[in-house]
T-cell receptor
Framework: DAKTTQPNSMESNEEEPVHLPCNHSTISGTDYIHWYRQLPSQGPEYVIHGLTSNVNNRMASLAIAEDRKSSTLILHRATLRDAAVYYCILSSPTQGGSEKLVFGKGTKLTVNP | GAGVSQSPSNKVTEKGKDVELRCDPISGHTALYWYRQSLGQGLEFLIYFQGNSAPDKSGLPSDRFSAERTGGSVSTLTIQRTQQEDSAVYLC???????????FGQGTRLTVV
């Protein structure tokens, strides 16, 4: 399984942007970059995914480096509800199936009021 | 239901007893995953189903753990002769085949006393 490296923890203030980094220097050509987050006492929830181009959705933006060896999840205006553990995961879809998601330790984001 | 449903939400069992944990995936999702999360730890992959078959059982920690899926829908994770180290939250997720988004249930909190 391709590995990702994330900081153990980060802090942000409410209503400020947050940039969560992820290094994945051994990424393969077929690996997609996925981000999930886990709020306290809940199961993980999907945030965003991408392959090469930057991606935006209602929750966040994903900025992918040109060499794809790193990416950044951007929360444009952090809210208290965004306090969670954020996981950066590499996964390749397989023909007729889905490759499992391998979760690392993630980044624990604290949002200060 | 609209999401992945797991039951029971909480289970307390005595050491040495067998337990069964149930997962109802989202209708139409052919891929199903089981994970477990010990207190304060990340998610540990257990097993992956594609339809009724399990192409990846690599995460099952011992032969006390087994899982089955019937009718390409409901899955049951069985732990025989439970041990205290089996205490964890067991999470189930489902997705479309080759899908990029996995949806997680709220988990079953298992406590072995």
């Amino acid at each position: 399984d391709a590995k990702t490296t994330q900081p153990n923890s980060m802090e942000s203030n409410e209503e400020e942007p947050v940039h969560l980094p992820c290094n994945h220097s051994t990424i393969s050509g077929t690996d997609y970059i996925h981000w999930y987050r886990q709020l306290p006492s809940q199961g993980p929830e999907y945030v965003i995914h991408g392959l090469t181009s930057n991606v935006n959705n209602r929750m966040a933006s994903l900025a992918i480096a040109e060499d794809r060896k790193s990416s950044t999840l951007i929360l444009h205006r952090a809210t208290l509800r965004d306090a969670a553990v954020y996981y950066c995961i590499l996964s390749s879809p397989t023909q007729g199936g889905s490759e499992k998601l391998v979760f690392g330790k993630g980044t624990k984001l604290t949002v200060n009021p | 239901g609209a999401g992945v449903s797991q039951s029971p939400s909480n289970k307390v069992t005595e050491k040495g007893k067998d337990v069964e944990l149930r997962c109802d995936p989202i209708s139409g999702h052919t891929a199903l995953y089981w994970y477990r999360q010990s207190l304060g730890q990340g998610l540990e992959f257990l097993i992956y189903f594609q339809g009724n078959s399990a192409p990846d059982k690599s995460g099952l920690p011992s032969d006390r753990f087994s899982a089955e899926r019937t009718g390409g829908s409901v899955s049951t994770l069985t732990i025989q002769r439970t041990q205290q180290e089996d205490s964890a939250v067991y999470l189930c997720a489902s997705s479309f085949s080759g899908g990029f988004v996995a949806f997680f249930g709220q988990g079953t909190r298992l406590t072995v006393v």
